[in-house]
Each structure stands twice: as C-alpha cells, then as structure tokens.
C-alpha cells in the first residue's frame, strides 16, 4: 500500500516559460518530481537533469543474446541433429545462417527493449496512473513538486517560487 502523497501542481501555458520555470525551480533549490506535457518538448529532459537512457545497452545486450541463440541452434541442428548436405556445402557452413540469424537478433532485441522499457518506467496493466491535471494531455504544462522531498522548504516559498517563474496556476492535489 502506497502512502499518502500530497504535490504543489504549477500549470504553465507554454514551452518556453516551462522550460526557463524548470531551471528557475531548480536553481532555488526545489526537488522536481515531473513534468508532464501534451507534447514532446525539446530540451526538457536536459533542463531537468534526467541522464542518458540505458535502453540502447539493453538493446545491444539483448541482440547479442539473439545471435548467440540463432548461430548455436543452426549449427547445432545442422550439424548434429539432422545433418544435411545442401548445394554440395559443408554442414556448418556459416553463410547460410546469416539470415535466420539477423532476424533473431531483431526479434530479440526487439522484444528485450520492450521489456525493459516496460519494467523500469513502471507499466504494469495493474498500476493506477496518478493524473495530476487532465489539462497536460490537451493544452497545458504541469510541473508537480512532491511535498516529501522538499520538506526543508515551506509551502509559501514554493507557490511563490512556482508563480514567479511564470505559472498561471498554482494547486495542491494529494493522492491516497
């Protein structure tokens, strides 16, 4: 059972003012929890100080995984399991792998990425999204600072902070 979470919302009406409010907020010092936006914005992820993904490891980790399978079960089965001499060739003749063996490492790859995406950004078919305004799926930017990390700074300071840095709205919302 998840805690009570109580976030200060602060609602902005463009990009530009977001992103200039994003590097105001955390240069006084405010903790940040997300930002949530109809749209791709250039630039945030960086602004917000989020690091380079670690997907394309995963990725080639993953792909690896799947040459390794498909180059082991052709060679095993054609040259173990059921031998056969085709065209005149070897029984291995590594070639001929080629293709099974780059589909393999797509699907695997493929598959893995998806995965991994899935678990480290918390999809579950079971959890319940927390939807902080439903206005940041149509026209509008939220920036939610989470209460318990920023328990060292007062409220006030936070709302001031958030209304100086150009939102048009400034709201609690607390999630059971």
């Known amino acids: ?6 976030f200060i919302l602060g609602v902005y009406d ?14 006084s010092g405010v903790k940040i929890h997300e930002v949530y936006s109809p ?3 250039h630039g945030l992820e960086h602004v917000l ?17 799947g ?20 065209g005149g060739k070897d029984y291995g003749a590594f ?15 493929a598959f893995g ?5 899935l678990i480290t950004s918390n999809l579950k078919p079971w959890a319940q999204p927390r939807i ?11 920036m939610a600072i989470d209460l318990a990390t920023n328990s060292s700074l007062d409220l006030g300071k936070i709302k001031e902070i958030l209304t100086e840095s150009g939102a048009t709205e400034v709201n609690n919302k607390s999630f059971e």
């Open 113 to 117: 990425m998806v995965g991994v995406f």
């Open 132 to 142: 902080f305004d439903l206005r940041s799926t149509d026209d509008k930017h939220v």
């Open 67 to 86: 040459i390794s399978l498909a180059l082991t079960m052709q060679y095993y089965m054609m040259e173990f399991d059921w031998p056969m001499i085709i």
């Open 49 to 65: 100080g989020y690091k380079r993904s670690k997907l394309p490891i995963a990725a080639f980790l993953f792909g690896m995984l």
């Open 14 to 27: 463009d990009e530009d003012v977001l992103l200039h409010a994003v590097e105001k907020v955390r240069g």
């Open 95 to 109: 070639p001929d792998f080629v293709p099974v063996s780059f589909e393999m490492t797509v699907l695997l790859a």
């Open 1 to 6: 059972m998840e805690r009570d979470t109580h």
């Open 39 to 41: 749209y791709p914005v």
